[in-house]
């Protein structure tokens, strides 16, 4: 089991930046990838953002290419999403989520097992 829990979340202006931080606990030892996700009101749970074990595959939705950027530090089991020039759009509850790794494998298309209670993101106009 990979305990994983947000924080980084609040209300912003449009424009501003935030960074959400991931902090993985528990079964922690085999390689694993890591992702963010977003639910906006009345709308299904989307892929943002994801990234490999060694950080050298990432993956991004097309609403946030260059605007947002993953990153993860290994030695904390903590991985990071910071979110540039942020639109009101962008408004949902963030989710960050965990994986086994399977080499070659692109972060965007993995069934994630673990996930966090959320954090709330709210960018006002």
């Known amino acids: 089991q990979v305990q994983l829990v947000e924080s980084g979340g609040g209300l912003v202006q449009a424009g501003d930046s935030l960074r959400l931080s991931c902090a993985a606990s528990?079964?922690?030892?085999?390689?694993?990838?890591m992702g963010w996700f977003r639910r906006a009101p009345g709308k299904e749970r989307e892929f943002v953002a994801g990234?490999?074990?060694?950080?050298?595959?990432?993956d991004y939705a097309d609403s946030v290419k260059g605007r947002f950027t993953i990153s993860r530090d290994n030695a904390k089991n903590t991985a990071y999403l910071q979110m540039n020039s942020l639109k009101p759009e962008d408004t949902a509850v963030y989710y960050c989520?965990?994986?086994?790794?399977?080499?070659?494998?692109?972060?965007?298309?993995?069934?994630?097992?673990?996930w966090g209670q959320g954090t709330q993101v709210t960018v006002s106009s």
């Open positions: 989520a965990a994986t086994g790794e399977i080499l070659g494998r692109g972060p965007a298309t993995y069934d994630y097992d673990y």
């Open positions: 528990g079964r922690t030892s085999n390689n694993y990838v």
């Open positions: 990234i490999s074990w060694s950080g050298r595959r990432i």
